[in-house]
């Protein structure tokens, strides 16, 4: 933990120090030294919340982000039930940081108890395995609602440059069949290249991605999931639109930061149009 109560104070850890538990209210030592991240821990039991993984570097980064009234804030159920957010904004929206594997079970748990809560997650060790493709438009903007992209996948270079169908196409030739974007699979292919131009226009960071050995439970998250790979931008995990293409969103972590703070939903986050390099 980076907090504890001493003298009915939350501060971070110092050599020599003893302090109190916010959640329990049990005895905390300090742990202080070279070796070591700078932390609080237990003095006669383990972490008092089973949801509690060991901080890394990565972590105390993350909670340095934010005011320290808003790190490790107590949320406590309508049961009575207890558990110490990672962060919790003042609009009270929850933010796991993640960096360690976690089973479904307690994905749904954690988010089934705080509701109001976006996933951050440490991408650096599948990085190698996660590309990020071609941008996409817009999926509100006009030329979205004609087009079925092709599935990017590694090693598939005609997709993973972007090559898609036309739904009107599809619909002049076939018209007594029912073709909608959920179904399309067929039709004259048409390149990226054609509509460069107009997915510039709209572009506000959707892109195409494919990622080898998924950890499927992020894909399946009911939550807002955002992976840190390190740089100034977040990777927004997406639905593109109708046709349940997977895709990703590239928010920069400024914005991010910037709306947790003063939006009250998480789905209110990075949700109005923002300028974008679209260098990726």
Same mark, same amino acid.
């Given at each position: 933990?980076?907090?504890?109560?001493?003298?009915?104070?939350?501060v971070e850890a110092f050599t020599g120090g003893r302090g109190t538990c916010p959640t329990c209210l049990s005895t905390m030592i300090a742990k202080c030294g070279t070796r070591v991240i700078n932390h609080w821990a237990h003095y006669k039991k383990r972490e008092c919340d089973p949801w509690w993984e060991n901080e890394t570097q990565w972590h105390r980064d993350w909670k340095n982000l934010f005011p320290i009234e808003c790190r490790e804030v107590?949320?406590?159920?309508?049961?009575?039930?207890?558990?110490?957010?990672?962060i919790k904004t003042p609009t009270g929206i929850v933010i796991e940081i993640q960096h360690s594997s976690i089973t479904d079970i307690e994905r749904k748990a954690r988010e089934d108890f705080y509701k109001n809560l976006v996933w951050v997650v440490d991408g650096k060790s599948f990085q190698a395995n996660f590309d990020i493709y071609h941008m996409l438009p817009d999926p509100q903007s006009e030329v979205a609602q004609d087009i079925v992209w092709s599935k990017a996948q590694r090693?598939?270079?005609?997709?993973?440059? /972007?090559?898609? *169908?036309?739904?009107?196409?599809?619909?002049?030739?076939?018209?007594? =069949?029912?073709?909608?974007?959920?179904?399309?699979?067929?039709?004259?292919?048409h390149s990226f290249q054609e509509i460069k131009?107009?997915?510039?226009?709209?572009?506000?960071?959707?892109?195409?991605?494919?990622?080898i050995r998924p950890r499927k439970t992020w894909i399946e998250a009911q939550c807002p999931v955002?992976?840190?790979? /390190?740089?100034? *931008?977040?990777?927004?995990?997406?639905?593109?639109?109708?046709?349940? =293409?997977?895709c990703i969103r590239l928010v920069a972590k400024q914005k991010f930061i910037h709306d947790v703070m003063i939006k009250k939903h998480v789905h209110e986050i990075a949700s109005r149009f923002y300028p974008l390099s679209n260098e990726k």
């Amino acid at each position: 933990m980076q907090l504890a109560l001493v003298d009915n104070q939350r501060v971070e850890a110092f050599t020599g120090g003893r302090g109190t538990c916010p959640t329990c209210l049990s005895t905390m030592i300090a742990k202080c030294g070279t070796r070591v991240i700078n932390h609080w821990a237990h003095y006669k039991k383990r972490e008092c919340d089973p949801w509690w993984e060991n901080e890394t570097q990565w972590h105390r980064d993350w909670k340095n982000l934010f005011p320290i009234e808003c790190r490790e804030v107590n949320h406590v159920a309508h049961d009575g039930e207890v558990h110490r957010a990672d962060i919790k904004t003042p609009t009270g929206i929850v933010i796991e940081i993640q960096h360690s594997s976690i089973t479904d079970i307690e994905r749904k748990a954690r988010e089934d108890f705080y509701k109001n809560l976006v996933w951050v997650v440490d991408g650096k060790s599948f990085q190698a395995n996660f590309d990020i493709y071609h941008m996409l438009p817009d999926p509100q903007s006009e030329v979205a609602q004609d087009i079925v992209w092709s599935k990017a996948q590694r090693h598939m270079q005609g997709s993973n440059n /972007g090559i898609f *169908f036309r739904l009107s196409e599809a619909k002049e030739v076939y018209p007594e =069949l029912n073709i909608t974007k959920e179904n399309l699979q067929f039709g004259l292919i048409h390149s990226f290249q054609e509509i460069k131009t107009e997915i510039e226009k709209s572009y506000n960071g959707y892109h195409q991605y494919d990622w080898i050995r998924p950890r499927k439970t992020w894909i399946e998250a009911q939550c807002p999931v955002y992976i840190d790979f /390190g740089d100034e *931008f977040l990777v927004k995990l997406e639905n593109y639109d109708a046709s349940n =293409l997977h895709c990703i969103r590239l928010v920069a972590k400024q914005k991010f930061i910037h709306d947790v703070m003063i939006k009250k939903h998480v789905h209110e986050i990075a949700s109005r149009f923002y300028p974008l390099s679209n260098e990726k």
